[in-house]
């Protein structure tokens, strides 16, 4: 089996490549290494696996049709993990060009290769920010999802309606994952974790929006991969069941789902804060601010569907995780 990994240098896909390489599945990666953050640390990320005889690796990006036809054309996947994409909620505001090419022109083009080259199953990223102005706690999959804050969110719900029209008119099967603000070790430098660990070693303060009001369904990289894992393995099926005079969101009868990979478990930014003082052994100077634009107060996981479905919910501790990617950040940063 060959299996066709996009964002393959990023934080999600490179542990997802490990993975999958470990298992013996042939992968063909892609990444366009853009500066979005510092190049170098996708650059570590690949050294970890690009001399692997089952991994080949192409510096392509989604919006090249030509290229990404052509790598459709030759290696033939019979299966697609979609990870890249333009990410980050603050910086849609401020150029959201990059995720119209980035994230729905892009995603279009591996539809199209999907479609064109016989793939059995795709499986991609959505998140968990397509719930936008919902209120309801805990988010669940058969909410409807119409009111996204940001650009980011809207071409991620964009996907979930992209990825509905092949799978009805083409058979594809696809599932869309609502990834829960994940962290861990080789994570980005532009989210929380990763910014204050780093203010905190330098000793500069730390910036909490909302007021540090904010309460997030923190979900650790490995149970991330593992969920991708066991969905990759089951392509999508429809649902004998629907009804279009009363329409679950989260199923279709096309082949086509969407689940939340999230800990069901919301954790407070100030208690998130205190872990992390913990491990590095410093205290934090707070600056607290009011929310910004884009952002939602609160993210809360409903993941009965994952458990009921694949039998896997996330489990891994904030304290558990945190500790490990602080003790990869000391021996990555040499601090």
Known sequence: MT???????GFIGSFLVRRLLARGTKVVGIDNHNDYYDPSLKEARLATFANNSNYQHFRIDLADREGIDSLFRTYQPQAVVNLAAQAGVRYSIENPMAYI????????HILEGCRHYGVE????????????????MPFSVHQNVDHPLSLYAASKKSNELMAHTYSHLYGLPTTGLRFFTVYGPWGRPDMALFKFTKALLAGEPIQLFNYGKHRRDFTYIDDIVEGIVRVLDRP???????????????SSLAPWRVYNIGNNNPVDLTDYVAAIEKYLGVSASVELLPLQMGDVPD???????????????????????IGQFVAWYREYFKV
Do not use: C, M, Q
């Open 3 to 9: 299996v066709l990994v996009t964002g393959s240098a």
């Open 101 to 108: 090419y980035s994230n729905i022109v892009g995603f279009g």
């Open 121 to 136: 199953h795709l499986v991609y990223a959505s998140s968990s920010s397509v719930y936008g102005a919902n209120g309801t």
């Open 236 to 250: 999508a099926p429809s649902n004998p069941d629907w009804n279009a005079l009363i329409p679950d969101p989260g």
């Open 299 to 321: 993210t809360f996981a409903d993941v009965r569907d994952l458990v009921s479905e694949f039998n896997y919910k996330p489990n891994t501790t904030i304290e558990d995780g």
